[in-house]
């Protein structure tokens, strides 16, 4: 067996990175594969502190992970139909709080935990009995991580390891993103290394970064990287000896991942100094298969501190008029009587796209109080963001929510799901909830944040 490859695992505050502890005392081949676990932490009724026998399954659930490269935290509040909505949501939220404090007394980075609550939006049994109000009353927890398979060789054994000629270092970053150096620039460059990769909406949101072209087509990304030397490396290094191999993890429909550029219309973008994006024709991205695992492949020759690489692909939007109108459903925003909408943005959680509204200005009077975009089914807890104008001319911000809590309308909507949704057809017909509904209302207590 030749030992040509070492892993690092790697955490990421904003733009820097920090090596975790997997220091080996050993050469090691290693891999690492993506994992999940789910539990639920249920509650007595009317209450968000956690009852001795949850948090016996908590303690139990954090032995499980503790030990491996955790990438990322949900946690998802539910309440029983009892009490008023806007009770309910509060509840919900802090039931999420703590489970929350639990894990950041374990140590936890609270960065790596993401909160959403819906009240009683969201049962996973009947709210006529106790038995179904029991099992709604809950968090769901969904812990991402890496699970490292190693295959030690004790300390004084010697291996080709020793030697880094022709030897890869794997650094996986928590969002799943592998950068492959040669391990002979890496050891000589590690203190001045800075990354910074995008992969999700939260990412998106964080950073700000956005989704367009220079042509104003919206994308879909499947991930985007920036290298940077910082100014502890040697001015004169201008490129890499030899190029970086930048691997974003390529989904599994099989496993109910995000299918983002399945259709193997994958390109590369630049960033530009605006903060749009320009295709790449003179690079190319590659689908590769590393220990069974595929990924979306780039190099990266020299580093990009200016901006970022981004492996995309176009949204509907692209697609001929009858394709979209088939594909791409209509989604309408509208605001109070009186209020101007100035700019609203959906950020899609899976894959990671963002919609765009603006006023409605297709009609011969123009609706300022509604926008509207299209959109394909996508599946996940999206989350929305407004600008608008109050009746008096001020300006309002509605901060960032899950879009689940956004009223909204079930008629003539398309992308179904098999869940139940609470709002009733005409007040009396229960009917299916849907990815995106074909309208949303934002209410004035909306915008009041």
Known sequence: MRYNKQHYYLTMNASRFTLLAFVFCFASWSSAQKTEITENIYFDTDKFDIRSLEKEKLEALWNKVKNDSLIAITLSGNTDSD?????????????????????????????LIRIDYFGEDKPIAQNDNEEGKRQNRRVDIIIQLFRPNVSEVPCGTKSPIDNCIGVDTIIILKNGTELVFNKCEFLELQDCLEFKSIRNSDELIESGVGLNTVDDVPLVTCGMI???LSDKCDPGKKCFDQAVKVRFPYPNEANGECSSCLQGRVGLFNMTQS?????????????????????????????????????????????????????????????????????????????????????????KIVRRNMGKSRTMCYAGEHRIQALALDPKGDTIRMEIRPLSQIRHRIVFSKCKTDNRDNQRILGIFPGKSRSFYRKYKLRRKDLKS
């Open 226 to 228: 920036s290298i940077c």
């Open 275 to 363: 903060g749009t994006w320009e295709p790449r024709t003179d690079e190319k991205i590659e689908i590769v298969e590393v220990n069974g695992i595929k990924y979306y492949q780039l190099e990266i020759k020299c580093p990009n501190c200016g901006g970022l690489k981004n492996c995309d692909c176009p949204r509907c939007d692209t697609m001929d008029k009858r394709q979209r109108k088939i594909s791409c459903p209509k989604v309408k925003l509208k605001l109070p009587v009186r209020y101007e909408l100035i700019h609203a943005q959906i950020f899609v959680d899976c894959p990671p796209t963002i919609i765009h509204f603006e006023p409605d200005l297709t009609k």
């Open 83 to 111: 009490a008023g909505q806007s009770y309910n949501l509060v509840l919900s939220k802090n039931r999420c709080l703590s489970v929350q404090q639990f894990l950041l007394d374990k140590g936890v980075s609270k960065d």
